[in-house]
């Protein structure tokens, strides 16, 4: 029997039409969708954003989705159990012949809960991988402005540690992927920076309630991008 093939397709930010054709292609026809979530209790963001796709599927009531949790903790021990459960689970289908699509927020190779499986199943079956529009590019348009021009170094963050003033020092853009992490300690810091710069945050971007804020968020809601550019 031919093993089947896992498709690992980044969905974008938030808004349906941002999906690239070859995605939405891929999910009108892949037997077995598998959408990881934070908890039981909540709805996969990266579900919601491809159901429109789904839903025009002739076959849409005998598609099989599968929701593996995947929680939001940092036991690095428990995730790698995590990470191997969902892999088994994900590579029973594809010995039955199926092939099978996992949905990821943004772009596949950024911060991808899809690259622990990927890692996990490449030796053993044939892999595909479709990019998606990342956070940050989508809140640099939001804003109509440029994220990074000539030469600019662009860093991407996804937790603040020791290397902070390294980041500040140089870097032209930097983009905190995280931002709901932001504590009051780390904004000063950012602002009290002796350098010419532009802040902003964009909460929910390309989703129906995308807010944008100069400066640090408040709120902070989980789906939330700070960009810092330094204009020296």
Same mark, same amino acid.
């Given at each position: ?8 397709i980044?969905?974008g930010?938030g808004d ?9 292609k ?6 077995v969708?598998?959408?990881?979530k934070?908890?039981?209790e909540?709805e ?6 491809v159901?429109?796709i789904?839903k025009e599927?002739?076959?849409?009531k005998?598609l099989m989705?599968v929701?593996?949790?995947f929680?939001?903790?940092e ?7 995590i990470?191997d459960s ?6 029973q289908?594809?010995e039955?012949?199926r092939?099978?699509a996992?949905i990821t927020?943004g772009d @596949? /190779?950024?911060f991808?809960?899809?690259s622990?499986v990927q =890692?996990r %199943?490449k030796?053993r079956?044939? &892999?595909e *991988? +479709?990019p998606?529009? @990342? /956070?940050?590019?989508a809140c640099a348009?939001?804003?109509? =402005?440029? %994220?990074v021009e000539?030469?600019? &170094?662009? *860093? +991407?963050v ?5 290397r902070?003033d390294e980041v ?14 932001n504590t009051?300690k780390l904004?000063s810091?950012?602002?009290e920076k ?6 902003y945050?964009v909460q929910n971007?390309?989703r129906?309630?995308?807010k ?7 709120e902070?809601p ?5 960009i ?5």
């Open positions: 029997m031919t093993k089947g093939k896992l498709i690992g980044g969905v930010p349906t039409e941002l999906l690239t054709l070859k995605a939405c891929t999910l009108k026809n892949v037997p969708v598998f959408s990881p934070s908890s039981k909540k996969s963001i990266a579900l919601s954003i159901r429109p789904l599927r002739k076959d849409y005998k989705i929701e593996p949790i929680p939001m903790i036991d690095k021990q428990e995730l790698e159990k990470w969902a892999s088994e689970m994900i590579a289908y594809l039955s012949g092939d099978v996992f927020l @596949t /190779s950024i991808s809960t899809y622990y =890692k %199943l030796d079956f044939e &892999i *991988t +479709i998606g529009i @990342t /956070s940050f590019t348009a939001a804003r109509n =402005k440029a %994220l000539q030469n600019d &170094i662009l *860093t +991407i996804p937790k603040i540690d020791e902070l500040l020092n140089y870097s032209d853009s930097i983009v905190l992927m995280k931002a709901s992490r009051s904004e810091t950012i602002e002796n350098r010419p710069k532009d802040i945050s971007c390309t129906e309630n995308e944008i804020i100069e400066g640090f968020s408040n902070k989980y789906l939330t991008t700070t810092i550019k330094f204009d020296d």
